[in-house]
């Protein structure tokens, strides 16, 4: 029942990421500026936030790379690392300066990391991890089409 | 040799010096700074550094394509959405720019822009969709690597 109510959320969250992507996204072709939305943040949160998104995009090839190797137990263990727990450690401070949408991209990207994990623990079968990762990361190119950080 | 022989080879010899000089920048690249981060800043103009971060933006979302369609056993979306992003996009990329990069940073770039035509070479003869999520790990160790070596600055940005 919990693991239903959160893929909803997620697909919910998909649906609106994927909206707001393709109307930013569509604008910003060709543009020499960036008509991104900036989100404010210091000099170090900035630094974190940077090397977390790193730390999604290592992630990412790890879990594709064990998922060739039908290395279940590395993608159960990698996609939790980056789970909801992790999300956690994020100060209520910097919590405080993201808008709405990005909070909500954020936390179904943590989530999904948790489901997919999930997954791996009861799957063996490759090509359906590949096809959660791949839904994963059209939130990323949600989130990345739409915003910047920018030290205030 | 008569004078204007003399002039004639004296252009020449001061337009291949050009030509090397032009050359040695364009491969060896421009300088980097180091950052408190631990990356090494490439600085671009404010114009440069949208039009690169929109670059890598195609390359996430390609990549995420080239995923979706590999669970779905889809070939040719497979074919089509990696070779957009090969090595004929290399050659949109303007010199004043390239020259600007560090010979390693261009090296992962080719590697990757290469690697992304070897995978719609791959999904034209292939059948099996594995192969190809083990050819696309492959390719991504270019961009974990590249962005944890490498940021793009504009000179006296609060970024920076």
Redesign the interface.
Known sequence: MKTTLMKNRSLNTLAFSLALATSIASA?QG????LRTPIFVT?DE??AL??EM?HF??T??EI??A??ENDMETVSQTASAVGMKLARTTPPALLKKFPASFSEMAASTHVSFDELSLSASVSDD???I??E??DI??I??AC??SYR???E | MNKSCKLCWGISTLLLLVILAAGFVFVKGGKTHARADGRLAVLLTPAERVRVLGEMRTFLETVQTITEAIAENDMDTITKSASAVGMSLVKTENPAFMAKLPVELKKMGFATHQAFDDIAQAASVTENPTELVADLGNLMLNCTTCHASYRFDVEGSKNN
Request: glycine share 2%; hydrophobic share 45%; with cysteine.
């Open positions: 910003s543009n020499s500026q960036d000099a900035r630094v940077l090397a790193r995009l290592e990412v090839q594709s790379a998922a060739t490759p090509l359906e590949v096809a990762l791949s990361m059209l990323c190119t990345h089409g950080f920018e030290v």
